[in-house]
DNA sequence: ACCTGAACACCGTTCAAGT
DNA sequence: ACCTGAACACCGTTCAAGT
């Protein structure tokens, strides 16, 4: 087998994405360069013109798949809670809250996806693809809450401003964790951290009123 | 009618400092050159580096200069609600929930000191002034979520770790807001939005014990 | 001290030319 | 079609030199 044939045969493109991703996870987006990328796919640094536009074209084609990725990973998350009690009570609540579970794994587990995905300026409107899988992305979240309130575990009314409340809430602890700016070591920890600020975004962080007991409690 | 004198008598950091945030709101940290500063300021492109190491060494010093504004926002916010009912019943509590209102304005009013905060890979190791003013402005945080667990409004416990999940909270609504990723045409509804938001996270986004459908308790 | 022009090694993008 | 080297106008940074 050659080790590095002069000519790419088709497969170029899926080449540079990838080469691309693990650019970005060594010096970020800012410093990411389209001359390094095709340096490592060993071919001349205009050859990427081929495929994409201009530099912000391949940006945005990692940003699409970035929000395909979580899209599939918010519609099919791991479990929410392991242990005890999470038998068959609420389905469509614990979808929903793995979800968030799932939006932060996906962030401590790609990174780089997530710094294109909502902190590279690429404008939605000139790149269809990308604001189609952001869009599909969301709709499934909204879908979920949807579930919720249909089973109870949210209150009626406007499901988007619900979305949009929980979005806000998992994506701040995405951000803060893959920046470390939050005191975790582990991805163990950044997640179970995760799972208590979603607890808490569900059940109020107030403390529990003299009266009836509060629902959800932990342990 | 001097215009533009030759040399500047010591004041040249501060302009530079303000022409830097200007071209940063016009064109994003990414594209953000300091060529075009010193070209802003009247001097020449190397002329900076009188007062900067380095480029990254501005940026840390824009991004200190907006964590000492928004430990300033924290420590004194605005009202939280002007509106009915709100006594002087908790203003522990009351100064807690409008801090996280103040940081959401803070970034709906200075986007671009934000971006450069967040989104700028800066090793904050090489920066001390900037660890110490975002130290600061955590600590701020961490002492108003003390204050309203004294005064019984936050339940007892790890104050750091509920200054962590209001952060979060807040921070994600900034991060979105500022980006355009939540449907709000102006600043008021992006504010009314934060406070719904703040209020969720206090009170819960669960639907009230006594609701309309069956709500039996766990078990 | 503070500022300058020239220089170096980059970068994104374009273009005429090769197979 | 797909790839190439040369070229253009940039950029961050350095350096010897001016006042």
Excluded at 105 to 128: G, I, K
Excluded at 160 to 173: K, N, P, T
Aim: aromatic share 8%; net charge positive.
């Amino acid at each position: 087998m050659a080790a590095k044939p002069p000519y790419h045969h088709g497969n170029l493109k899926p080449a540079l994405l990838e080469a691309a991703l693990q650019l970005i996870s060594e010096v970020g987006p800012a410093a990411f360069t389209l001359r390094e990328v095709a340096r490592r796919a060993g071919i001349s640094h205009n050859a990427p013109y081929r495929h994409f536009r201009e530099k912000d074209e391949l940006l945005a084609a990692i940003a699409a798949q970035g929000f395909e990725r979580l899209g599939d990973a918010l519609a099919n998350p791991g479990p929410w809670k392991s242990g005890a009690g999470s038998g068959a009570g609420k389905p469509a609540l614990e979808r929903f809250q793995a979800s968030g579970l799932a939006y932060v794994r996906f962030a401590l587990n790609a990174p780089e996806h997530l710094l294109v995905m909502f902190d590279w300026p690429l404008t939605p409107a000139h790149y269809p693809n990308l604001a189609a899988s952001a869009e599909r992305a969301f709709s499934i979240l909204v879908g979920l809450v949807q579930g919720a309130q249909t089973e109870g575990s949210l209150p009626p009314g406007d499901a988007m401003e619900q979305a949009c409340i929980a979005w806000s809430m998992v994506h701040g602890v995405a951000k803060l964790a893959i920046s470390h700016r939050l005191p975790f070591r582990n991805e163990a920890e950044a997640l179970s951290f995760a799972a208590r600020s979603i607890q808490a975004l569900y059940d109020g962080m107030a403390p529990p009123k003299s009266g009836p007991k509060k629902r959800g409690g932990r342990g």
